[in-house]
């Protein structure tokens, strides 16, 4: 198990690394550009070459870059559907240079969900066929608030079974949004029957990074709240999936409200006195 934060890249990709020691990272995710815009500066490659090397120097990877927040392949406006499908070929792209494994995406919404999940497929088969490199396309599982996509693992499954380069596709699983759109996780016959049902409708094998955070919304609430390790609604459940035997061996970035660096370090000694009291 690996554990990491979003880390800012502020300043440049060159302060990551240190961003991410200050914190006790062994992996990291991050943005390589504005997340809520669609333009976008070409990388530099002095920044990422600096980057690079302290990552190797660090032990610090895998590395995920997450896309911005705007795009949306699930969408019947052929002019944002345009710009989402180029705004992931950007993505795959910049990945590559950056020096990631993974890409994570947030899957869209649609008023329609069965026209929304063929866009979504349609979208990604296209850049993966403008793009070819070895970066893995997570999509990651939403709390279904409004006309998201993705609170079901059956809708992520039928995703991914529609792609055709399925070596390139996988999931990141937050724990607040599966919390959020109904999937228990208080308790470990909880956690069984949830990663049962996914293993069902995905596959384990297909889980390559968890979003740990815990909830401030309600079970089923269909909100997308993220809180504090251990302090919110999933409690002492959080533990239990740090230590279940079958994710054991994925990374873990946590997405915990912060204001500077007192909170993260607060959560990352609660994750590591949780993982410390299994043994």
């Known amino acids: ?161 529609g792609i055709d380069q399925k070596q390139r596709i996988g999931v990141t699983f937050d724990t607040a949004h599966a919390f959020g759109a109904g999937y228990d996780l208080r308790t470990q016959q909880d956690i069984n029957q949830t990663l049962q049902e996914f293993d069902k409708k995905i596959g384990l094998e297909k889980l390559y990074l968890i979003h740990l955070n815990d909830s401030k919304a309600k079970l089923g609430s269909r909100n997308d709240r993220h809180w504090h390790i251990g302090q919110g609604e999933i409690g002492k459940g959080m533990g239990f999936i740090l230590n279940h035997p079958l994710l054991r061996d994925k990374p873990f970035i946590m997405e915990t409200p912060r204001t500077d660096l007192r909170e993260d370090l607060m959560n990352m000694e609660m994750v590591r006195n949780l993982l410390h009291k299994s043994k």
């Open 1 to 161: 198990m690996r554990l990491g934060f979003h880390i800012s890249i502020a300043g440049g990709f060159k302060n990551v690394v240190e961003r991410a020691k200050a914190r006790g990272c062994e992996t990291v995710q991050l943005f390589s550009r504005n997340p809520r815009g669609w333009k976008y500066q070409p990388l530099d490659e002095k920044d990422i070459d600096l980057f690079q090397r302290d990552l190797k120097k660090e032990s610090i990877t895998p590395v995920f870059v997450h896309m911005p927040y705007l795009p949306n392949l699930a969408s019947s406006k052929s002019d944002l559907f345009k710009l989402s499908v180029d705004s992931l070929i950007e993505d795959l792209k910049r990945s590559e240079k950056v020096g990631a494994q993974f890409l994570i995406m947030h899957i869209g919404s649609a008023e329609n969900e069965e026209k929304g999940l063929k866009l979504m497929v349609n979208g990604i088969n296209k850049a993966f066929s403008e793009v070819e490199n070895k970066i893995v396309l997570l999509l990651e599982n939403t709390s279904g608030g409004g006309n998201e996509l993705g609170h079901r693992f059956e809708q992520i499954g039928e995703i991914m079974d």
